[in-house]
């Protein structure tokens, strides 16, 4: 009986990491230099204990030399009822440093601005989504 268990769940285990990644999000990109490349996919955050999850766009940089880049950028969020990081606002600005060839990707766990905010279903007056963009590239 305890091998049929753990059987059922080492076979439960494997199929989360493969459900997990068959059914990852497309990936957006935003802006693509030869230095940097940037992207996004969509995904959802467990944010209130109890209630729906949040939606997230998880920024993916990617340092396509062989050197450290310094990369700064505004984060400009744009929904149906409005615009947020729009004319360059400094709370929109995202600065990373990457090492030769890193890419960085953001996940429910970062705690800067690579992962931002899209939506919350829990509130029915939640802003809708439409799209995300990079400007005032700077690469250093």
Known sequence: MKKD???WT????ACVLFCSTAFSQEEHSLITTPQLKVSYVEGLCDVEPGK???QFAFLKIENLTSNALHVGFNIVTEFAEGCSGCNGSDESLYYVSLSPNQVYAASCG???KSKVYLRNPNFSGAW?????RIENLVVE
């Not at 080492?10 to 285990?13: F, Q």
């Open 52 to 54: 729906q999850a949040y």
């Open 110 to 112: 970062s705690d800067d």
């Open 128 to 132: 809708n989504f439409q799209e995300l």
């Open 5 to 7: 268990l753990f059987k």
């Open 10 to 13: 080492k076979s439960m285990a």
